[in-house]
């Protein structure tokens, strides 16, 4: 292979990460992880994106008011526009007969990031992020904002509080915005939160 044609391959390859923003995370394993667009953050390079042009990118935590009230929230998000609703007053049973609390999906959710884009002067070509606690959430939501018409829904793989410890039971501490050091804070503005919708009928 001549010198040309390897410089003319790394010119391609140059204009290719460009043309993404030069942001690929790997494509997560987990399917509930994984989107249509796979368009795939991880966590610092989201702040990286955020911080070069903040006004220009609608960024969401789609974790439960709970969730983001008493763990905390990355520092600038726009909105919390959960992606379900949770029901500590009443239990249910799962298929394999596990206790576990009543929840329903939000049901306005899309309509919900469509008013915070035109809020924020922006449009569905424009970049949306997206992060939940581990990247589960994250990837339907943006899955849903694709099939709506989003353009550039990003979704962050390994969340705010990360993945599973393999061998650390119970505890996230291999990954995710708290485990990457980003800035995050307690403090949660009521402006920060949407209405919570009527559940649906014996939701």
């Not at 966590?43 to 709970?66: C, G, N, W």
């Not at 994250?138 to 410890?165: N, P, R």
């Not at 039971?169 to 800035?183: E, Q, T």
Request: with cysteine; charged share 25%.
């Amino acid at each position: 292979m001549t010198k040309k044609l390897i410089s003319f391959l790394m010119v391609l390859g140059f204009v290719g990460l460009m043309g993404t923003g030069a942001y690929a995370a790997e494509e997560p394993a987990k399917k509930a992880k994984q989107t249509p667009q796979k368009l795939y953050l991880t966590p610092k390079e989201a702040y990286s994106m955020l911080q070069k042009d903040p006004k220009h990118i609608l960024f969401v935590d789609v974790r439960t008011p709970a969730e983001v009230l008493f763990l905390g929230h990355p520092t600038g998000i726009d909105k919390n526009i959960p992606f379900k609703y949770i029901d500590y007053s009443k239990f249910v049973t799962t298929k394999k007969g596990k206790k576990k609390f009543a929840s329903w999906k939000n049901p306005n959710l899309v309509a919900e990031f469509d008013e915070e884009l035109k809020a924020k002067g922006l449009t569905k070509n424009d970049p949306v992020i997206v992060i939940c606690r581990s990247g589960d959430r994250s990837g339907m939501t943006a899955t849903q904002l694709y099939k709506a018409g989003y353009k550039k829904a990003y979704t962050i793989v390994t969340g705010f509080e990360g993945d599973m410890s393999k061998t650390k039971p119970h505890r996230r501490s291999v990954n995710g915005w708290k485990n990457d050091g980003l800035p995050w804070t307690y403090k949660s503005p009521a402006s920060l939160f949407i209405p919570k919708p009527t559940p649906p009928a014996g939701k």
